[in-house]
């Protein structure tokens, strides 16, 4: 893994300053930035940092998304999943907002079979290929792989009109919920998540957490 430099994604890991999520007033300045010459990019740009900070979702996993994807539902925006890590399809409902509107209306506008974000997927033949090792202690010896990485240009994207790391985005997401009362289990289903030790880092935020644990605190 590549050293983490970003004050803020360090800030999540307990290092140096507290960790301040982004909300939607903040994130409003910095997605009504967003421009390129090519308007159809434009769209697909803004509605990619919308399901950033709205999903939780890895950013390889919005590249997946096409339109079949994002259902219109009475109460919301159903959306269906490929969960990456050999995770299942899950489906998430979420309720509808001006910006989870603007995502579906543009989903609707793209052909069918079609990547909703084809212009941040790598054309074919210059995916890089990322290297890595890890030991492990189960097999008792060093673990060489390498896997495609179709995200770079989603890293590039989110660090120049946000000034975050893309991945920072999931965090920030299940911290909220966590700020707002989530349970364990509504912050696992959401982010597609299957254990629970993945947790571990939004703990601290949790106000379900904080009012329980206060019983146990009283000086008596």
Known sequence: MPKIKNVHYLAFKGIGENFETMKLNEFLIHLNKINYTNQFKTKQARCLAILLFATSRRPVELLQLKPRD??????????????AKRGDRNRVLFPRSDLLKEVWEFSERVPEGVFLFSAFRPPPGK??????????????????????RITRNIDYFAKKWFEWPAYLFRHNRITRMYELGATDKNALFVKGGKDARSLTYYLGYSKRMQEKTKRYLKMD
Not at 132 to 146: A, E, G, L, M, N
């Open 70 to 83: 994002i259902i219109k539902e009475k109460t919301g925006y159903l959306f269906l999943f490929k969960t």
């Open 127 to 148: 995916v890089t290929v990322n290297k890595v090792r890890y030991f492990s202690r189960k097999q008792d010896k060093w673990i060489h792989k390498s896997y495609d």
